[in-house]
């Protein structure tokens, strides 16, 4: 494991109007399929990449089915961005009926490409009932392990995705306000799996903390602790051998880590992949005495005992 210290100033060179928040594309899980399939190639857990890809194969597909999500009324939204509240919280936002059905769907679709031992899990879900599946939502929205079904959880994760996402993409920057929590998505008041250093245009050289559950992106500065906002000695740790895409960075205070990756070291990165993609850094920073501030519903890790 290699690590480099940087202090505030060091990054972040970008001047004039920054993007403060970027709404996720048409075309996101299609693309986040292919960098699956990429990262699959020679990898110790292949198998388990190349199913994720057909999950998220299966999540283009239902985005293409799906028609206009109801949205919050023009009122409601023009309230959350005056107090600085996330419109599509999930505390405040009744899910429509349709993410079960996405959720039965999804289940279906991947059964080809599951190991005969996890089509059980599958069968669940698309024989279950709507209030066994909304209770599931619920724990898995509140980061609740106890009585989650942690072998239908990544297919419920990917449904709700695509629920939010939806939502989201439907929304303009505009009717966004600032987060008033700045670790939290403003547009669900969600936690980041990752964050993303960006290349190309105002973004370039850019942070942007990607929602773990409707998938768009916010602006923080860089060096500068996700979590708790402390800006001192952070800390960046890779694995050794790699080519640096994929990076921890970490902070001494509140001993939380978060994921980066870098455009710069390979335009194809994505948070959500490459995350799943580097469990073993996640191994490296716990035995560091680290422990991530991120979220990612595709792996959902039991209660410790």
């Known amino acids: ?19 403060e928040l970027r709404l996720p594309s048409a075309d996101l899980f299609g693309n986040r399929a292919r960098r699956l399939r990429q990262l699959a190639e020679g990898h110790s857990l292949a198998d388990y990449l190349r199913f994720l890809a057909a999950l998220a194969e299966a999540q283009q597909l239902a985005v293409g089915q799906l028609g206009d999500l109801p949205l919050p009324s023009a009122g409601q939204l023009e309230q959350c961005r005056a107090h600085h509240m996330p ?16 959720a039965r769907q999804l289940a279906a679709a991947v059964r080809t490409a599951t190991p005969a031992a996890g089509q059980a899990a599958l069968d669940r879900i698309v024989a279950s009932a709507d209030d066994w599946l909304e209770a599931q939502a619920a724990l898995l929205l509140e980061s609740r392990s106890e009585g989650l079904d942690l072998a239908c959880a990544p297919i419920l994760g990917a449904a709700l995705q695509v629920y939010w996402s939806q939502l989201a993409h439907r929304l303009t920057p505009a009717q966004v306000a600032r987060p008033e929590y700045p670790n939290l998505c403003p547009v669900c008041g969600s ?4 964050s993303v250093a960006r290349i190309g245009g105002a973004e370039n050289g850019l942070r942007y903390l990607h929602c773990a559950l409707c998938e768009s992106e916010w602006h923080v500065v860089r060096a500068k602790c996700s979590n708790c906002d402390n800006t001192k000695d952070i800390a960046y740790y890779s694995i050794e051998g790699g080519d640096g895409a994929v990076r921890a960075e970490a902070c001494p205070e509140c001993h939380s880590y978060l994921k980066i990756v870098h455009q710069d070291k390979d335009p194809n990165v994505d948070p959500v992949a490459d995350d799943l993609a580097s469990l073993a850094l996640d191994l490296l920073m716990g035995e560091h005495g680290y422990a991530t501030s991120g979220a990612n519903l595709l792996m959902i890790h039991g209660s410790e005992t």
Not at 4 to 19: K, M, R, V
Not at 87 to 102: F, H, Q, V
């Open 87 to 102: 419109p599509l919280t999930p505390a405040g936002w009744a899910r429509d009926p349709i993410w079960r059905s996405l």
């Open 191 to 194: 936690h980041p799996v990752a």
């Open 1 to 19: 494991m290699s690590t480099t210290i940087l202090q505030p100033g060091q990054i972040e060179g970008a001047s004039g109007d920054i993007p």
